[in-house]
């Protein structure tokens, strides 16, 4: 959200950073309730077979009420996985929502229920109807691209082509928007299936003139099946309506490109929009915007996406676009979105507009890839992106001046051992070797694999691996090798006996190749295999389990040896992820409790190997009991957000960690050490007892720590008396009740130091996760009253140590600071010793003292804590104490509290 698009200064607030879903396909506003919006989820458009893999499955429609405070997700739509668009009517004064649903493939097939369509909502979201028409020949409705609501309320949709290929390239216009009033326009579906060369009809998008109800126009895209059984679309029919819809005419497209690609993307970049002033004047956008001041007669290129190379200018908008805005009755000031995010004019009558770029806050970069400097002196990062090539990111806010490499950026490499060489690529295994003082580089054209290639470097050697196999299996069972870097990269084609046809997903270089390279290679198909020799005369055996999923081997990390493995698999309705301690001759799944979705990247912990993260398409996950039967996953997203993350890379030095997203560029952490769970075991007597909390937990609540005890029976103490409490603190003692003995585990991360804040007088404290004796807690200012350390066993009892779990009673001689540690071993604290002359009496647990001659400063020596809470038993002098210096001594004894 920005609050003010045309101040400079105005930056983009998030709204949603941890909604289940942030795939964003369409957002729209209530007429008549600006505060109610709607935002569909799902890109539909890139759920396709096609070269590059940029999609997000979606969970349905959020709503708000209040203006994006905050959000719903509408129950009634978790079953859409795609939705295209959505969009409000004025119904006599009734908000009517309409969205556009539709199902795709993204690792895996997802298809909308109960069908595609068009929905229609009169109760603001609660229940849905589908209205639109089957598809002629077909008992499935159309899937909509877009909706457009004329300026006199009719409805029209544009489609696209259905999984089954299906139901593209038509136009359907309803006034009332129920089921059965649908005029359908198909008259080019049977044009474009004649076309020798652009026969598959395609998506549709359409503007209608708000000044003007009569003119709608509409950009068609048609396409064909290349090689590799891709449907590349082009924006090759610009149409208007002069009469509602009713009939079109065919209008010419921009011609400053040839072979029809303004608009080579049709099925992912398209949009069109009409002057609301003037109905001849049409903006379309496609890899760059075109203007048509005469209805699309005759175009005027307005933008250049190649000023990206340049570090932009007047004309420079990013290429591929998405959306076109007018100010609502303004013919100068327009938004645009593309791939490069938001751009903003005041000049749109001018014959060539001025462009600003509006993405202060707002990070849509989507990385492929990323890789970490392993100087740790220096913050480098460098990320390959989809459409925005590679950048640098040097300690400061990325923009188009980082581009070091362009094109679509792939894997890319800082070189461990040679700080100031960097390894970028781009499509189909195209590399950039780049001396980072010099800025000069040297290139490879290897030309094989597919579009974004796995590979891996290895920085002894000075060898990079890549995949060569093709999408349709050409090249089938090769990898490329490209060594003598730097200097005069030298590329060979190595064949690999692996018997698979598909690409290889992944590719890891081990971390313990010295003399001899060992690379583990997964596929699509789900096997994995490791290469031995890999620099000289591979050797490759297959390691993977009959068990593993036929799916997309995302990633593989090697653990303590090249024995440990973990391999994950990025499809949905599969056990992702996978580990083995013998090198492959037996597997674990590790899946645990983890949501149903694609894992993308995996790392161990460096010093843990109970430790491993996950990146996945709804952020990091980390464990830290990995080697648990049951492994539990958790979300680490403290300022990241749901974003899919595609990479993960490790600097071991430091532990610093980055991460990949998306569409909201790099994050980077520090992935902290988490020392191995720890159990201590607690043993309570019936009635009350003082505990403590030994460990870090996850969850301090007592009834989680004690399940047995007796509710609301949890006390700690302050210098005005009892307070009861429902968590345990590190450092308090607590009085806790129990109806019978027991024993509980207590679970957690070792705590080896404490401080605690003492008050004067007396103190409830609890310890550490080890046993530490009275006189080795560090007290430099000799505040511990010597003597006066109680725990309680049915009575209060002088204690030596400080057991781990239990709580206890300390006198202090005034404010200040204590210290229990595990590594203290010698004294530190001052003990006192009972005078022999003095006369004993023993009560129960209790030892009582008379006599006198007792110095001054050791009375308070004998004082006792305040008493228990009742039921319990308590023995002592009146005044609190356990010594009677006088003639006439009181005994009080509380036996279960009477």
């Given at each position: 959200m920005n609050n003010d698009i045309t101040n400079d200064n105005s930056s983009w607030i998030p709204v949603g950073d941890f909604w289940d879903n942030m795939a964003v396909s369409s957002i729209t506003f209530d007429p008549n309730n600006l505060n109610i919006f709607y935002v569909g989820t799902g890109e539909a458009f890139t759920a396709v077979t096609i070269y590059r893999e940029s999609s997000g499955r979606g969970v349905g429609i959020w709503k708000t009420i209040d203006g994006g405070e905050t959000w719903e997700l509408l129950s009634s739509t978790e079953n859409f996985a795609y939705v295209t668009d959505v969009a409000v009517r004025d119904e006599g004064g009734a908000s009517v929502i309409y969205a556009g649903v539709v199902s795709g493939v993204y690792y895996g097939t997802h298809e909308s229920f109960p069908s595609d369509g068009l929905y229609r909502s009169a109760d603001g979201g609660i229940s849905w109807e589908q209205v639109l028409p089957n598809i002629f020949g077909e008992s499935i409705p159309y899937a909509p691209s877009d909706i457009e609501i004329g300026a006199d309320g009719r409805i029209f949709i544009g489609t696209m082509k259905n999984l089954d290929g299906e139901g593209g390239a038509s136009i359907l216009y309803s006034d009332s928007g129920l089921s059965g009033s649908w005029t359908i326009f198909d008259h080019y579906q049977n044009i474009i299936e004649g076309d020798n060369t652009y026969n598959i009809p395609g998506r549709v998008v359409l503007a209608s003139a708000p000044s003007n109800e009569n003119i709608l126009y509409a950009i068609m895209g048609s396409g064909y099946l290349n090689q590799y059984g891709f449907n590349y679309s082009y924006g090759n029919y610009i149409l208007r309506s002069t009469n509602k819809g009713l009939t079109w005419q065919e209008r010419n497209t921009p011609e400053d490109y040839s072979d029809h690609s303004w608009a080579t993307l049709a099925w992912h970049a398209l949009s069109i929009t009409v002057d609301p002033n003037d109905p001849n004047t049409i903006f379309a956008g496609g890899l760059d915007m075109h203007k048509s001041t005469n209805a699309g007669n005759s175009w005027t290129k307005l933008s250049d996406w190649a000023l990206m190379y340049d570090g932009g200018g007047d004309e420079y908008l990013h290429g591929d676009h998405h959306s076109i805005t007018f100010k609502s009755g303004l013919s100068d000031e327009i938004l645009f979105s593309n791939d490069g995010g938001v751009f903003y004019t005041t000049t749109g009558t001018n014959f060539y507009p001025v462009f600003v770029e509006k993405n202060k806050g707002y990070s849509t970069l989507q990385f492929y890839t990323c890789a970490i400097d392993y100087d740790m002196n220096r913050n480098y990062f460098l990320g390959g992106l989809q459409d925005n090539g590679t950048l640098l990111y040097t300690d400061s806010d990325l923009d188009i001046n980082d581009l070091v490499t362009g094109g679509d950026g792939a894997y890319c490499f800082f070189d461990q051992d040679e700080p100031e060489l960097i390894i970028t690529s781009v499509y189909y295994n195209r590399y950039y070797f780049i001396d980072m003082d010099s800025w000069n580089y040297e290139y490879d054209n290897s030309n094989s694999g597919v579009f974004i290639n796995p590979a891996d470097y290895d920085d002894v050697g000075n060898v990079l691996y890549a995949n060569a196999v093709r999408f349709d299996g050409g090249l089938q069972n090769r990898i490329i090798r490209i060594d003598n870097i730097p200097g005069n990269p030298d590329s060979d084609m190595i064949y690999l006996n692996t018997n698979t046809s598909v690409y290889f997903s992944h590719v890891k270089v081990s971390p313990y190749s010295d003399n001899s390279t060992t690379l583990f290679l997964g596929t699509q198909s789900g096997r994995l295999y490791r290469i031995n020799n890999a620099q000289a005369t591979p050797q490759t055996t297959e390691i993977g389990a009959s068990s593993f999923p036929t799916g997309n081997i995302s990633c593989v990390d090697v653990g303590g040896s090249e024995d440990t493995l973990l391999v994950t698999f990025s499809n949905y309705g599969v056990l992702s992820v996978w580990q083995t301690h013998n090198g492959g001759n037996s597997w674990q799944e590790k899946e645990g409790n983890l949501p149903d979705m694609p894992i993308r990247w995996v790392t161990y912990h460096p010093d843990n190997s109970n430790q491993a993260m996950l990146a996945t398409e709804i952020g990091v996950w980390t464990t830290t009991n990995l080697q648990d039967e049951n492994v539990t996953w958790q979300p680490s997203v403290n300022g990241l957000a749901n974003v899919r993350v595609d990479m993960l890379d490790l600097r071991e030095s430091d532990h610093t960690?980055?991460?990949?997203?998306?569409?909201?560029?790099?994050?980077?952490?520090?992935?902290?050490?988490?020392?191995?769970?720890?159990?201590?075991?607690?043993?309570?007597?019936?009635?009350?007892?003082?505990?403590?909390?030994?460990?870090?937990?996850?969850?301090?609540?007592?009834?989680?720590?004690?399940?047995?005890?007796?509710?609301?029976?949890?006390?700690?103490?302050?210098?005005?008396?009892?307070?009861?409490?429902?968590?345990?603190?590190?450092?308090?003692?607590?009085?806790?009740?129990?109806?019978?003995e027991n024993t509980t585990t207590i679970s957690g991360s070792v705590l080896d130091d404490l401080q605690i804040s003492l008050a004067e007088g007396w103190n409830l404290i609890s310890g550490i996760t080890t046993s530490i004796a009275v006189n080795n807690i560090l007290d430099p200012s000799e505040l511990i009253i010597p003597g006066t350390v109680y725990g309680f066993d049915n009575g209060y009892l002088e204690a030596e140590t400080i057991e781990p779990g239990y709580g206890y009673w300390l006198r202090s001689s005034g404010e200040g600071e204590i210290t229990l540690s595990a590594s203290a071993v010698a004294s530190k604290t001052k003990s006192f010793q009972l005078p022999e002359h003095l006369n004993t009496l023993k009560l129960e647990h209790m030892v009582l003292y008379f006599g006198n001659n007792i110095e001054v400063e050791n009375v308070l020596s004998y004082s006792l804590p305040p008493k228990p809470p009742p039921p319990a038993t308590d023995i002592r002098f009146s005044g609190n104490t356990k010594l009677c210096t006088t003639d006439d001594c009181a005994i009080e004894v509380m036996n279960n509290g009477h």
């Open positions: 960690v980055l991460a990949a997203t998306h569409g909201r560029g790099f994050f980077s952490a520090s992935y902290d050490f988490v020392p191995p769970a720890q159990e201590i075991d607690v043993t309570y007597e019936t009635g009350w007892n003082l505990v403590g909390l030994p460990l870090d937990v996850s969850n301090p609540n007592y009834i989680s720590l004690f399940p047995d005890a007796i509710e609301e029976t949890l006390y700690g103490y302050q210098p005005n008396g009892y307070v009861q409490g429902d968590s345990l603190f590190h450092g308090n003692g607590y009085w806790l009740r129990f109806s019978d």
